[in-house]
């Protein structure tokens, strides 16, 4: 909402001003198709030639992130310090052996089947059972475990923040290929050097359009939305440490419910419930999860 709210902005304060200072709109308008062409033609092509294909197509679904903002709510953190909490004490009664069906197959699982939202994170889900995985065969340091788990999370970390790095990349480059789309229309003046002023002067005001719409588009609205999509990228991030955070403190041999408070910590302050609010949580979870 915020993000639509300042494009409007940024559109109505920049092209405002220059209406109040007696701009003509029609010379941007006249250059505008071709000039567009050409910077925004090059910057896709140099964004296609940068970039593998997976990159290419995560920056596609990452543009939606930067007016959604991260997908992980409030209840969703709540959903996780619960199923984290249901796993840790099931380990504490009864053992890790007693988990061997739930991480097999967690699409059947009694416990993981109770919170379908962290069921749809494929990552968060195939991270916990492989962690968990590895306390079954007998890997029960915490501290090999911790950096296991941590070389995990900085490669998903890495390829995540890959479409941020595309789209930054993209917006230091349009300046550059706006002054490449000026320097064509100067000499595209130049050739035209004959003509009355008034003609030469429109040619060039066109030339500048190139320049400004480099620069428009690289700090008004591809770089604003790169450093979006990466705060966004690093919100979600902390979704997996806290489940990081909750198997280690299990492992230091932490109460199932000291576990939890431990990654609660570990919860982004605008979405992380309170003391009273996960202890509700979890005393709501049915006695047959």
């Known amino acids: 909402m915020f993000q639509i709210i300042g494009i409007i902005v940024l559109f109505a304060m920049v092209f405002g001003s220059y209406l109040i200072s007696g701009g003509r709109m029609d010379v941007i308008t006249h250059a505008l198709p071709h000039e567009m062409m050409a910077i925004g033609g090059a910057g896709v092509a140099a964004f296609l030639i940068s970039n593998s294909m997976t990159t290419i197509k995560a920056t596609g679904s990452g543009l939606a992130k930067v007016f959604a903002g991260p997908k992980w709510k409030a209840s969703d953190y709540n959903d996780l310090l619960s199923l984290l909490f249901l796993l840790t004490k099931t380990m504490k009664s009864k053992g890790v052996i007693a988990l061997e069906s739930h991480i097999e197959n967690p699409s059947q699982s009694s416990i993981f089947s109770r919170f379908p939202k962290v069921m749809k994170d494929h990552f968060a889900v195939d991270f916990i059972c492989d962690t968990l995985r590895m306390m079954t065969m007998n890997l029960e340091d915490p501290h090999q475990v911790e950096d296991a788990m941590e070389k995990q999370l900085e490669k998903h ?133």
């Open 157 to 289: 970390h890495h390829e995540a923040l890959a479409p941020a790095g595309a789209l930054q990349n993209l917006a230091d480059a349009l300046p550059a290929l706006g002054i490449v789309a000026a320097v064509l229309g100067v000499i595209k003046t130049m050739g035209s050097i004959t003509e009355p002023p008034e003609v030469l002067g429109a040619m060039i005001g066109g030339a500048l359009v190139g320049t400004f719409l480099g620069v428009f588009l690289a700090y008004g609205l591809v770089g604003p939305m790169a450093s979006r999509l990466k705060n966004v990228v690093e919100e979600e991030h902390s979704y997996y440490k806290i489940i990081q955070s909750v198997l280690v403190a299990h492992l230091h041999g932490n109460a199932a419910q000291i576990s939890v408070e431990i990654g609660r910590g570990n919860v982004p302050s605008e979405s992380q419930p309170s003391f009273l609010e996960l202890e509700e949580a979890l005393s709501n979870i049915p006695a047959e999860a």
